[in-house]
């Protein structure tokens, strides 16, 4: 792991040196788009709608994923997300898309992913084999946005179990476009089926997430602790993001006190908030990729709930193998993969959404799950 992540590191650093107009290209090709291109994929169409005309810089935006493939779910959920992409006028060549799998041979699923991208004629960014973490993550990531670096290109930057409320998302946006903010903070709301099940994502039926995934619960929050269940999800290209796409690098105060001046200093907000997170040894990769960092990110008013489709199709494989890698790896999180899939366990391989404390509402009637006296066994 200690060699991937140094290479990883290494290209991150070195391949932004490339940068170039691509910026201004992509702009240039989105700037006349008036609805976004339709596609199918299978028995999914995705269909061409009018762009927002009010939010110019989602016209020439970047998407950024990075997409672990092994899950059982990520190919319809990348498939849905993608789409969703789309339909906001993203361009393809502006889709910015890291596959990640874990084995040194390369899996079904993995070639299911590629197929389909090359199918919309969308080139994964970068194919990354190895061991999970957020550094890792995070090195892999810059090395997919080299050359990205203008206040005034916009990158959207979620997981792929992770789907913004629409019009609070374009409302954020707005705020954006209007000069008043850099990055929008987001708060996850986990989505469940009905019944608590496991469900497949279905891509033929056309339905959206939204609908195949109607309860909106609790979970994650009694179990994600320090503040990890917040995201931001999209910002200015000046900047960029931790690992785990929780916090914007250097928003710290950063002041230079000197003569009495209170003016922002990058390097000292940079390595104020790289202390703080215990994460210093990753400081001449963070100031490497903001190289046009002028002044501290500011974070928009509106507060959008990110809707987080993690209990579906999958989960438990995926828990019982992240719990195993991050306990190796000496990594506290492998105590929330436990407690999930103790949950799960417990409840028959399902979400108990009756459970007291779990406050779950149905999502197409506003009306909550009625609560049992079971206790949930997060509290």
């Not at 209007?178 to 709301?189: L, S």
Request: hydrophobic share 35%; charged share 25%; net charge positive.
């Amino acid at each position: 792991m200690k060699g991937t992540y140094v290479v990883l590191f290494l290209l991150a650093i070195n391949v932004d040196k490339l940068a170039g107009p691509r910026e201004a290209v992509a702009a240039r090709d989105q700037r006349h788009r008036t609805e976004s291109a339709a596609w199918t994929y299978g028995g999914l169409s995705c269909p061409s709608v009018p762009c927002p005309v009010d939010l110019h810089m989602l016209h020439s935006a970047f998407v950024h994923m990075v997409v672990g493939t092994e899950h059982a779910s990520a190919l319809p959920l990348l498939v849905h997300r993608v789409c969703d992409f789309s339909k906001q006028c993203v361009g393809r060549s502006n889709m910015r898309i890291v596959l990640h799998n874990k084995k040194t041979s390369i899996s079904r699923r993995h070639r299911e992913a590629v197929s389909f991208l090359q199918h919309l004629n969308i080139q994964p960014a970068d194919e990354w084999n190895g061991t999970f973490t957020a550094d890792a993550k995070m090195a892999a990531s810059y090395s997919a946005l080299r050359g990205l670096h203008s206040h005034d290109t916009m990158i959207l930057q979620m997981d792929v179990d992770e789907e913004p409320d629409p019009v609070l998302f374009n409302q954020a946006l707005r705020e954006i476009e209007a000069q008043k903010c850099d990055a929008v903070f987001a708060f996850w709301q986990d989505r469940l089926a009905l019944g608590g099940n496991l469900s497949r994502v279905q891509i033929s039926s056309g339905a959206p997430l939204v609908e195949q995934f109607p309860l909106q619960c609790e979970l994650s929050a009694k179990v994600v602790r320090g503040g990890k269940t917040a995201k931001t999800i999209a910002y200015r290209a000046d900047a960029r993001l931790d690992g785990g796409q929780h916090d914007v690098w250097c928003d710290r105060s950063g002041n230079s006190g000197v003569g009495g001046s209170e003016r922002w200093n990058k390097t000292r907000a940079c390595a104020q908030h790289a202390h703080d997170r215990a994460k210093s040894k990753l400081l001449p990769l963070i100031l490497a990729h903001t190289s046009n960092l002028q002044a501290r990110p500011r974070f928009c008013r509106t507060k959008v709930p990110l809707r987080h489709y993690k209990f579906l199709h999958g989960v438990e494989e995926h828990l019982a193998r992240r719990m195993e890698s991050y306990r190796r790896l000496g990594l506290h999180w492998w105590r929330d993969s436990r407690l999930f899939l103790e949950h799960l366990r417990r409840h028959g391989g399902r979400v108990c959404v009756e459970c007291a404390g779990m406050g779950c509402v149905d999502t197409r009637t506003g009306q909550p799950v009625r609560e049992s006296l079971e206790e949930s066994s997060f509290s």
